[in-house]
């Protein structure tokens, strides 16, 4: 199940190249919008060199510097002053024609036939392009218009003149390392990661260009001597008017092809001069350093045997730049810091500190407010709100603060020192001994062992081992620092793995892009229309169907994480932050399987037995009932019971004295009673306070208080009511005794109830809690496991185009929003675990428990035969459907509608009445699912209509943005290609103009216009 999920199908083939192309251009602009001429200006550049190596240099140093030999001028600008003769004006009509409707028939979808092309395209508009060069040639050379400032020495160009490195230009830069392979034409560059153009392709490039250039020429076999004809020829038919013309160039292309002949010697265009032509400028690139563990910063500055970063030498640049502090110890988007695995320690050290010791001793103003009614509206709890409401303002600014700190403290300074330029003796030894505080002064202060509170106990051990790791870390960085000649690609544990893994990756790449790329050129015959290699490589791009290929199928994921392919050679470069995490959720996997054990235990050992409970149970809810009866509701009932007792009582005496069956001498009567309660005064006797106290007369007046009982007649002749007569019998004496006997009755039958309600076996909430523990635990751990496969699946998503991103005007705008809320993640892995994985395993456990409890299981007995019965009958209905479908339907239409119709009828009929059971079937899964992705912020579960709300102002789930915002900054700093571009902007700025030259570049834009023509449509 955690690789299932992961399974995705990945583009591959020259489709796939050429989005990956897009995107790493569209990821290399600066600007918020996307720029759809997919170009790089200087503005780009000189923010990735800040940005990525803390080298400051100005857009206009780099339009200067870098761009200017590069970036040449497009084919859609004005054409340039001076210019020059062609002599191939007369051209192959035939070839050109069925070239240009091949050309845009990929670019622009537009069919023309050749023959309608011939008279309309060659005649008319390659006539005029011969009248403009012929036009240019004899005009004079205009003044260049400076732009901007006057006071400005140089002036300042707009951006729309500034030099932009398009789609074409760039390819060719990041082909530099492959044609410096080429300097030994004779054998295949030896090395592992070393994959280059070989030499059998490279002939076929070459003899293609020639076969093209001759099919374009003005006779059948034209000279093909090295000559600024043959090199304009060349540019023409590749479609570059504009390079054409310009007469410099050519004449410095045509020279340093021409590199170690004499000026008598003639030179033809072939694989040796190609490849002179090719390499000539860039013999500064060390390929060595392709295979060696070491940054792209100190490849370009460093000594060529790297063995400290303290030694390396102060480069005599060509170009003035400055290196800023950027604390790259911290940088979580460039990612400089030398030891990412320290970076790791210290993140997780700072939150299990924080959970294990300063979570308990923050202060609180919330705890001196007086607490809530129970049973009280806000009316009653008026001050009790205002109370808490300031001080709760107070408590959270007071925790934001103390977290802000202690992460400045346990991450900013106990990294002091892990950075890959320099390692110093003296900050790293301050990091040490900080780190050593931090590690020995929470357990000191506050102790490890806390009786009864495991979890905590764990989590202060989890911290204190942290702090030991990063200590012992950092002392290896002391050691690194005191030795003169240490090899750091020895060191383990080292960032510079994954800068070495990176290098790897796009020679790997750019060696994949060639071979997509030659696999499009196929052999001409003398049957095909096609009279060119360049049109051949255009119709098989047209033709190409996508590809895929699937990737982390079973457990590759995994294993290709393990055999390094993912970062050698898809080079995937993992973010420090999204590893922290990961690593996070590891460890509360541990925390949660922990909880969940020390639940089941307190739950195993404090359920009551049967023959314990009596009113235990009831007495541990009194937060959710009260055990006792009300006395007021008590009191009230008693005192109603006893008046009725006393009226029926008056009523039997009454209606006895009138038989003649009872005859009372209210004298005697009297007389006894003040006898008897003055003997029982003395004796304290019971049973005369009882009898004395039943009257509310004085006993020798009880002849008078009960007379009107035997002689009911008023003066008047009226009966006298017996609630009056009952007035004097005296019940408040018999109210409390009778109170307590009810009372607790009363309770005896909350008890009870309660009792009822108490599961009778153990195992009913012992095995639902435990079910739920391990299922929390196993969701945690499905999670965990899933992030690396999916940062991976993402990264490649992004990268071919199957998740839009920064190439769609709308998602790049909403990223680019985004690229600073990578900060989210780090916390939303850590509590979106621990929340997934408690409701998903509270849900499970409290099903079972429904199934378990003896008050709810004949209810679950009743689902579950109600359940079968209609899972029995939907799949009977499902084998008739089937067998329907597959005899009365052919794609969208009936062969039979007669028996269509009915059969419809009886499964629409049917359906209406199952369709609850597919929406509570529904309701559950999504339940479910949505459970499970709170903690899986790296994918998204809404749909994206779904998820957007207002215009897009309303986002239900914007996390996976953040997430995917955070793998795109990492891209942009880290993706191989963008590596190589970085590696070669620097040479340029140490370099200067010695490096890349512009006739260099040139040769190197024709090969790669020849090796793959369908770019042609991004000049």
């Known amino acids: 199940f955690t690789m299932v999920v992961a399974i995705f199908e990945q583009p591959i083939g020259p489709l796939a190249d050429l989005s990956e192309l897009l995107y790493v251009v569209a990821l290399h602009q600066a600007s918020v919008e996307y720029r759809e001429d997919v170009s790089v200006n200087a503005e780009d550049i000189s923010l990735f060199l800040i940005s990525r190596y803390g080298v400051q240099c100005s857009p206009e140093n780099v339009a200067e510097f870098i761009l200017k030999d590069i970036a040449g001028k497009r084919n859609d600008t004005i054409l340039q002053e001076g210019g020059g003769s062609t002599e191939s004006a007369e051209l192959n009509q035939e070839s050109v024609a069925q070239d240009m409707s091949i050309f845009l028939r990929s670019k622009f979808g537009v069919t023309i036939k050749a023959e309608d092309l011939k008279d309309l395209l060659v005649e008319d508009k390659l006539a005029r392009m011969k009248e403009e060069l012929e036009t240019a040639k004899e005009e004079p050379p205009k003044e260049e218009v400076k732009q901007g400032n006057s006071n400005s020495p140089k002036g300042e160009k707009s951006s729309e003149d500034s030099p932009k490195m398009d789609l074409v230009e760039l390819v060719a830069m990041l082909m ?46 034209p000279s093909l001597e090295l000559t600024p004809s043959t090199v304009r020829d060349l ?74 970063s303290a030694e390396a030498e102060e480069p005599q640049n060509a170009v003035s730049f400055v290196n800023k502090f950027t604390m790259e110890t911290v940088d979580m ?24 010791y300063l979570y308990y001793e923050t202060p609180s103003f919330t705890r001196g407010c007086p607490r809530f009614k129970y049973m009280s509206g806000w009316a009653e709890n008026k001050t009790q709100a205002e109370c808490n409401i300031v001080n709760s303002i107070l408590d959270w600014l007071i925790s934001f603060g103390l977290i802000c700190a202690a992460g400045m403290l346990f991450v900013g300074l106990g990294s002091i020192g892990n950075n890959l330029k320099k390692t110093h003796l003296v900050p790293c030894l301050f990091a040490m001994a900080f780190l050593i505080f931090l590690t020995v002064y929470f357990p000191l202060t506050f102790g490890i062992i806390v009786p009864g509170q495991e979890p905590l106990i764990f989590m202060r051990l989890v911290a204190l081992t942290l702090g030991s790791v990063s200590t012992i870390a950092r002392l290896r960085l002391i050691v690194i620092a005191c030795k003169q000649h240490v090899d750091l690609t020895s060191v383990p544990f080292t960032s510079l793995k994954s800068e070495a893994a990176i290098k790897k990756a796009s020679a790997v790449k750019v060696a994949k892009l060639q071979e997509n790329a030659f696999a499009l050129h196929g052999k001409l015959t003398e049957s095909s229309a096609i009279r060119s290699y360049f049109g051949q490589a255009l119709t098989s791009f047209a033709k190409l169907d996508p590809q895929y290929t699937t990737r982390f199928k079973g457990t590759t994921c995994y294993t290709d994480l393990v055999s390094g392919r993912i970062v050698n050679e898809d080079g995937v470069f993992f973010s420090g932050r999204l590893l922290s995490g990961n690593l996070a959720q590891m460890l509360l996997c541990v925390v949660i399987m922990g909880f969940g054990y020390n639940a089941t235990k307190y739950v195993r050992d404090n359920w009551i037995p049967l023959e314990e409970r009596a009113n235990a149970v009831a007495e541990s809810l009194e937060m959710v009932i009260t055990l006792a009866a009300d006395q007021t ?136 809690v435990a079910v739920a523990a391990g299922v929390a635990t196993l969701c945690a751990l499905i999670i965990t496991l899933l992030f690396l496969p999916s940062i991976t699946a993402t990264t490649l998503k992004l990268r071919t185009g199957v998740i839009p991103s920064v190439c769609d005007p709308k998602t790049r705008t909403q990223y680019t929003f985004n690229v600073n809320s990578g900060t989210f993640i780090f916390g939303s892995m850590f509590w979106g675990i621990l929340a997934s994985s408690l409701l998903v395993g509270g849900i499970v456990g409290f099903i079972l428990f429904l199934a378990m409890w003896q008050v709810t299981a004949y209810l679950i007995m009743q689902g579950v035969a109600l359940g079968i019965g209609i899972s029995v009958t939907l799949l009977l209905k499902w084998l008739l459907k089937r067998t329907c479908r597959t005899k009365l339907y052919r794609g969208f239409y009936r062969n039979n509608p007669l028996r269509a119709n009915l059969a419809e009828l009886v499964n629409e009929s049917f359906n209406f009445a199952t369709s609850v059971a597919f929406a509570i079937i529904r309701m559950v899964k999504l339940l479910f699912l949505a459970a499970f992705y709170v903690g899986r912020i790296d994918t998204k579960f809404l749909a994206p209509g779904a998820n957007e709300y207002l215009g897009g102002l309303v986002y239900v789930d914007i996390f996976p943005d953040y997430f995917i915002a955070d793998i795109l900054s990492t891209e942009a700093h880290r993706h191989p290609y963008i590596e190589r571009l970085g590696t070669l902007y620097l040479y340029k700025l140490k370099y200067g103009p010695t490096f890349a030259t512009r006739a260099g570049c040139a040769w190197r834009l024709l090969f790669v216009t020849g090796l793959m023509p369908w770019l042609q449509k991004y000049r």
């Not at 013309?245 to 020279?255: F, P």
């Not at 008693?638 to 009582?649: A, H, I, N, R, S």
Request: proline share 4%; with cysteine.
């Open 176 to 221: 530099i390392p492959e044609f410096r392979k080429l300097e030994v034409m004779e054998q295949k560059v030896e090395g592992e990661g070393r994959a280059s153009v070989s030499d059998e392709n490279f002939e076929f490039c070459v003899n293609a260009m020639i076969h093209d250039l001759a099919s374009f020429g003005s006779s059948e076999q």
């Open 235 to 308: 540019f023409l038919r590749y479609g570059e008017t504009t390079l054409a013309q310009d007469n410099e160039l050519i004449d410095e292309m045509v020279k340093v092809a021409r590199t170690g002949l004499g000026d008598k010697d003639q030179a033809f265009l072939d694989k040796s001069t190609l490849a002179k032509a090719l390499t000539h400028d860039i013999e500064q690139y060390d390929l060595d350093r392709e295979d060696s563990i070491t940054t792209n910063y100190d490849d370009v500055f460093s000594n060529p045997k790297m063995k400290n």
């Open 333 to 356: 988007v460039a990612h400089t810091y030398f030891c990412r695995t320290q970076m790791m320690i210290n993140w997780l050290f700072f939150v299990f500190t924080y959970f294990a």
């Open 633 to 768: 509701i008590v009191k009230s009932a008693v005192d109603g019971c006893l008046e009725m007792f006393v009226l029926f009582l008056l009523r039997v005496l009454y209606f006895l004295d009138n038989a003649g069956l009872l005859r009372l001498d209210c004298i005697l009567l009297g007389t006894f009673l003040q006898s008897f309660c003055e003997r029982a005064f003395f004796e304290d006797e019971d049973d005369g306070d009882f009898a004395c106290s039943l009257f509310t007369s004085a006993p020798e007046q009880l002849c008078e208080t009960m007379d009107p009982i035997f002689r009911p007649t008023t003066p008047l002749g009226k009966a006298m009511p017996l609630d009056d007569v009952a007035s004097a019998i005296n019940i408040t004496s018999l109210v409390s005794p009778i109170s307590k006997v009810v009372s607790q009755a009363m309770s005896d039958n909350i008890a009870s109830q309660v009792n009822i309600l108490y599961p009778r076996d153990r195992s009913m909430v012992v095995v639902p």
